[in-house]
């Protein structure tokens, strides 16, 4: 049994942690006018932004900063919608952090309460819609789960200045969730960072809420409203292996090494 722990480990071909693919883009009534690219909602999350011509204006993102280049988020006006895929299923892993198994990143921030210090007055928040299929055919409705609304995006984990112009040096993990049950309200930005604990945030989605084992799409959508909602990407949760487990994989590891003599 060790053995084939250890082989499958390093013989494991790693799907992509974002999403990877879109299936379909309606862009809706009021779409923001040049965030029509459906790719902006592929891949990685955004870090930095306004470094661009259009702006020219660079600063990291914060939980008071939200990605806004043409190319980072895609804008999905009313009645409007985006099908994205993922390239393997997102499981409903029990040793996936709060539950969570998928992350949502939209461009909401805070309200800043303090302007330019950063204290969380509440959320610029825009709604939208979360749904999740297995399949492409069957969807779910994650009730309450807002894609462009809950839980601002943090690229850097070491930039204390909510309007930072430069970048930091310790990349936020956008595959761990921020534990949904902290409330933000008069935190400073200092809080806030400690209470993301290296998170680069995201609304999470936990799929076994909504009865759901696996998730290939993800469908958003803005059917209410009259503002458009923004998108950056989507992330698989990376699950924290039980220490139990890491000790046994590793002692199977070792004992490999050993029998095959190093
Ligand atoms: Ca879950
Ligand atoms: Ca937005
Ligand atoms: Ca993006």
């Known amino acids: 049994m060790g053995v084939v722990a250890c082989a499958s480990v390093s013989g494991a071909r790693a799907s992509s942690p974002w999403a990877a693919s879109w299936v379909t883009y309606q862009p809706g009534s009021n779409a923001a006018l040049n965030y029509t690219d459906p790719a ?111 839980i601002p995006t943090i690229g850097y984990s070491d930039v204390t200045d909510p309007f930072a112009l430069t970048r930091g040096s310790v990349p936020s993990n956008f595959r761990m969730p921020v534990d949904p049950s902290i409330d933000f309200s008069g935190m400073n930005y200092t809080q806030v960072l400690a209470a993301y604990n290296g998170s680069g945030g995201g609304t999470g989605v936990d799929i076994g809420a909504y009865g759901l084992s696996a998730v290939s799409f993800v469908r958003i959508s803005n059917p209410f409203g009259s503002s458009a909602i923004e998108i950056d990407g989507l992330s698989r949760v990376a699950a924290v292996p039980a220490p139990g487990s890491l000790i046994v994989i590793g002692l199977a590891c070792a004992s490999v090494r050993r029998r095959r003599g190093r």
């Open 40 to 150: 902006s909602a592929l891949g990685r999350p955004s870090r930095f932004t306004g470094d661009n011509a259009e702006f020219n204006y660079p600063g990291a993102v914060t939980a008071f900063n939200g990605a806004y280049n043409y190319d980072q988020v895609l804008s999905i006006g009313t009645g409007g919608h985006i099908v994205l895929a993922f390239d393997t299923p997102v499981r409903d892993n029990p040793n996936n952090p709060f539950g969570v198994d998928l992350l949502v990143f939209g461009n909401t921030t805070f309200i800043d309460a303090d302007y330019p210090n950063g204290i969380v007055a509440g959320l610029f928040s825009e709604g939208g819609v979360v749904e999740l299929s297995e399949n492409g055919v069957d969807w779910v409705t994650a009730t309450g789960v807002m894609p462009d609304g809950s």
